[in-house]
């Protein structure tokens, strides 16, 4: 009876530590995605149990000044496509070691993308004088002086120009996700990531899928869809 007794203390004590225990998958998160484009990154922490109202952005930060601009307006486009006029056409591939998972996240965002009717993304390689994306995976663990901060994927456009007789300019972008979070692999990111690779870049506003710590978000916003007429219209 009195071992009965001690072993129902031990599971209390087991289930009690179990309770509390701090979710280090979750408490010690911290989402980030960022911009190709980007020399210093936006140093963004968010604590996953206090996600809607925990967030700050390292003062070092270059790109922390972009997220003042446009908090209710017009998601920002990216500067290297300034003064471009692209086509709303794209293929897209994918490079060989992009895992199912990984695939099968971008071709939702293709689809999120398409449906806008602003830009229209088709399966293929293309030709060099045509838009292209490339979507793939690479693998970056953050060093401790980056502590707090989990880059998730890369993205941005490259505009290619050739002049002469036969000029053209296009873009040729690319998006990718940081295998080495489990994190990356959402569709929050992919939406992310492509819309850096259309030319979209980070917006103050959190209901943006551009806003550079991922919140989910899988719904461009008015202010995105607004950056992308801006681009493509
Ligand atoms: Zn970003």
């Given at each position: 009876m009195k071992h009965k007794g001690l072993i129902w203390i031990i599971m209390i004590a087991v289930v009690l530590f179990l309770a509390t225990k701090p979710d280090f998958q979750t408490a010690s998160k911290k989402l980030y995605v960022d911009s190709?484009?980007?020399?210093?990154?936006?140093i963004a922490n968010i604590n996953a149990r206090q996600a809607s109202n925990e967030i700050s952005v390292n003062?070092?930060?270059?790109?922390?000044?972009?997220?003042?601009?446009n908090t209710n307006g017009t998601t920002p486009t990216e500067?290297?496509?300034?003064g471009h006029k692209l086509s709303n056409v794209y293929y897209y591939h994918f490079a060989d070691n992009t895992p199912q998972d990984v695939r099968k996240m971008f071709l939702s965002a293709v689809n999120i993308y398409n449906q806008t009717g602003l830009v229209k993304l088709i399966a293929g390689a293309g030709t060099q004088q045509q838009n292209q994306i490339k979507f793939s995976i690479y693998d970056k663990k953050m060093t401790s002086s980056q502590r707090?901060?989990?880059?998730?994927g890369l993205g941005g456009p490259e505009v290619i120009q050739q002049s002469g007789v036969n000029a053209y300019t296009v873009n040729h972008a690319s998006a990718s996700l940081?295998?080495?979070?489990?994190?990356?692999?959402?569709l929050s990111v992919a939406v992310h990531e492509l819309g850096h690779a259309l030319g979209l870049a980070h917006s103050g506003?959190?209901?943006?899928?551009?806003?550079?710590?991922?919140?989910?978000?899988t719904t461009l916003s008015k202010g995105d869809l607004a950056g992308l007429k801006t681009i493509y219209k």
């Open positions: 190709k484009q980007e020399i210093s990154k936006a003062p070092q930060s270059n790109s922390s000044s972009s997220l003042n601009a500067d290297v496509i300034h707090g901060t989990i880059e998730l940081n295998m080495q979070y489990i994190g990356s692999i959402r506003n959190r209901n943006s899928v551009m806003y550079p710590v991922d919140q989910g978000r």
